[in-house]
């Protein structure tokens, strides 16, 4: 059941000067949230944001009804997110989208490029729970693209690479030795960031014959399969990120 | 009690808040949001004879007060839609319009003949006016001999109501609503999507992948309102108009400047619950200005 409902802004959490969470509170209870759902989030105040902005869902608490969002500023509506105050009222459509598929013997690797790590709290979470060990390989321009890596280090090791050097291992996630090691042993790899690095990575999966999920990111105008203007081209014609995704099994996508 | 029942030829609604083809999908994908039940009608996404994937991504490019597209009809074709979709939905407690699309004559012919023999479907919508596709579309709603060619021709097959959906994109909308009325259309609905662009200035690249796209919501609304003027005064047969409505306060100004029922469209993407409101809305206005009838508010602007 998806709902239109509004929230209250709860708090932020400030990572720099352009990354952050902002924490959502709901007067009623929340329904169950999975791992790679998302939201469409109406950003107030601002008659230049016209649509809503979709946002992975990065942690829900349901004793609270909170949900929070890892938010990178990139343009007026994600500048405008990081502006209200607490208190203030936000509509959300939620929960959207499909999840992320546990069911794996495991150990598995989670490959997150900046922002892209946002889908991968809930999923730690959750496979924690069924006593899957995971790692996660986080990569970044540079240093101050790397966020929440206390966070993430709670539920599995922690990997990084940064283009620069700045931080971890020189160069992108794929270059890293775990990825470059004849010896491999993830079962699956689930992965959310630039299409290029998910792309790389879902060659890499083929090659070592490891399942592979993708969460996409694409430009929404609704979020609920209405518009159809956010499609990507799979082994069955054109589908819909929104509801066919986010969350996508390599095999599935004609990349 | 005020009456909302509205006649468009012989189709009947019971209020006159319709949803717009391509941005209400089948109608299925809001019943979390709302009772489709109680819309005036569905037109639902566009239909063609046979599967289109539609124009590759990015399809869509928000605007100031908008949002271009250029999805380019994607859908399965005409017969997977009476045999898998209308099915599902010919029940749903409102009226169900196929929106009618063709590359050629023979297509438009090809799908309106199909749908005139379609039980529970009692009007189509000719869309002689998409952007978004490379041949036929909105070629034909631009030009005064094609338009006149693709209405007479579809109307020779079709025996229930007839609507048929203008091109903005045109120097004179009046004369092309008079053509298609001429050559047997029972109702016009107008206004389509305005041919626009959107720039990336940074990678100095179009947005869309087809360059140009299809511009709709609040921006045009002042544009659909006065072409909506300009045709329900050259006309006699009934206007759906469409272009912008966000909110029951815009609704009523599209009935006042001549429609006798409405569409909602790019609204449905930012609050897919707002049809519903519309029609409250639309009846608690008349309830304030003692209006027995909505049909008395058509084309009632006081000059």
């Given at each position: 059941m998806k709902l239109v409902r509004d929230?209250?802004?709860?708090?932020?959490?400030?990572?720099?000067?352009?990354?952050?969470?902002?924490e959502l509170q709901s007067a009623e209870d929340l329904p169950p949230i999975h791992p790679g759902n998302f939201a469409e989030i109406q950003v107030p105040g601002n008659p230049n944001v016209f649509l809503r902005r979709p946002f992975s869902i990065y942690d829900c608490d349901l004793t609270y009804n909170t949900l929070s969002f890892y938010v990178k500023i990139i343009g007026e509506g994600t500048a405008t997110l990081g502006k209200l105050k607490q208190g203030d009222t936000v509509n959300l459509i939620f929960p959207l989208g499909n999840k992320f598929d546990t069911e794996t013997e495991g150990p598995v690797l989670i490959i997150g490029g900046g922002s892209g790590i946002a889908p991968f709290l809930l999923l730690g979470k959750e496979l924690k729970e069924k006593g899957i060990p995971m790692t996660f390989l986080v990569g970044g321009r540079t240093s101050g693209d790397v966020h929440l890596t206390d966070v993430f280090g709670q539920y599995g090791d922690i990997l990084i690479t940064t283009e620069d050097g700045s931080q971890g291992t020189k160069g992108m996630v794929t270059h890293h030795p775990v990825i470059q090691e004849e010896s491999f042993p993830f079962k699956k790899i689930f992965t959310c960031g630039p299409d290029p690095m998910m792309k790389a990575i879902a060659e890499i999966a083929k090659q070592k014959s490891v399942e592979c999920e993708a969460s996409l990111e694409n430009t929404m105008a609704c979020g609920f399969g209405a518009c159809l203007c956010c499609v990507v081209e799979t082994t069955t014609g054109n589908r819909c990120v929104c509801t066919d995704g986010p969350v996508f099994n390599i095999k599935e996508l004609a990349w | 009690m005020v009456n909302l029942n509205v006649n468009i030829g012989a189709l009947k609604l019971k209020n006159p808040v319709t949803t717009a083809s391509g941005t209400y999908a089948y109608g299925e994908e809001f019943s979390d949001f709302m009772d489709i039940s109680k819309l005036g009608g569905i037109f639902v996404k566009?239909?063609?004879?046979?599967?289109?994937?539609?124009?590759?991504?990015?399809?869509?490019?928000?605007?100031?007060?908008?949002?271009?597209?250029?999805?380019?009809?994607?859908?399965?074709?005409?017969?997977?839609?009476?045999?898998?979709?209308?099915?599902?939905?010919?029940?749903?407690?409102?009226?169900?319009?196929?929106?009618?699309?063709?590359?050629?004559?023979?297509?438009?012919?090809?799908?309106?003949?199909?749908?005139?023999?379609?039980?529970?479907?009692?009007?189509?919508?000719?869309?002689?006016?998409?952007?978004?596709?490379?041949?036929?579309?909105?070629?034909?709603?631009?030009?005064?001999?094609?338009?006149?060619?693709?209405?007479?021709?579809?109307?020779?097959?079709?025996?229930?109501?007839?609507?048929?959906?203008?091109?903005?994109?045109?120097?004179?909308?009046?004369?092309?609503?008079?053509?298609?009325?001429?050559?047997?259309?029972?109702?016009?609905?107008?206004?389509?999507?305005?041919?626009?662009?959107?720039?990336?200035?940074?990678?100095?690249?179009?947005?869309?992948?087809?360059?140009?796209?299809?511009?709709?919501?609040?921006?045009?609304?002042?544009?659909?309102?006065?072409?909506?003027?300009?045709?329900?005064?050259?006309?006699?047969?009934?206007?759906?108009?469409?272009?912008?409505?966000?909110?029951?306060?815009?609704?009523?100004?599209?009935?006042?400047?001549?429609?006798?029922?409405?569409?909602?469209?790019?609204?449905?993407?930012?609050?897919?619950?707002?049809?519903?409101?519309?029609?409250?809305?639309?009846?608690?206005?008349?309830?304030?200005?003692?209006?027995?009838?909505?049909?008395?508010?058509?084309?009632?602007?006081?000059?």
């Open positions: 929230f209250k802004v709860a708090g932020y959490k400030w990572l720099n000067e352009s990354n952050f969470i902002i | 566009g239909l063609t004879l046979h599967n289109r994937e539609g124009n590759a991504y990015p399809r869509m490019a928000e605007t100031a007060s908008g949002m271009l597209n250029s999805v380019g009809l994607q859908n399965k074709g005409i017969d997977h839609f009476i045999a898998h979709i209308f099915p599902a939905i010919k029940n749903s407690g409102t009226q169900i319009i196929a929106n009618v699309n063709g590359s050629t004559i023979e297509d438009y012919i090809a799908v309106s003949e199909k749908l005139n023999e379609l039980r529970g479907m009692e009007a189509i919508e000719l869309n002689i006016s998409c952007p978004n596709v490379k041949e036929g579309g909105m070629a034909f709603g631009i030009n005064p001999k094609s338009a006149r060619e693709a209405t007479e021709a579809v109307r020779k097959v079709y025996k229930k109501t007839l609507i048929v959906k203008l091109s903005p994109n045109v120097t004179h909308i009046d004369e092309m609503a008079k053509i298609v009325e001429d050559a047997g259309a029972d109702a016009v609905s107008l206004v389509n999507t305005f041919l626009g662009m959107a720039i990336d200035a940074e990678a100095r690249k179009p947005i869309l992948s087809t360059i140009t796209g299809g511009l709709s919501g609040p921006c045009i609304k002042p544009i659909a309102l006065r072409m909506i003027w300009q045709v329900y005064n050259a006309i006699k047969v009934p206007v759906v108009g469409m272009g912008g409505i966000m909110n029951a306060k815009d609704a009523i100004e599209f009935i006042l400047a001549g429609s006798s029922a409405i569409q909602v469209g790019t609204a449905n993407f930012v609050d897919p619950a707002i049809s519903v409101r519309i029609i409250e809305g639309i009846e608690e206005y008349c309830d304030r200005y003692g209006v027995k009838d909505v049909n008395d508010l058509t084309g009632s602007l006081k000059i």
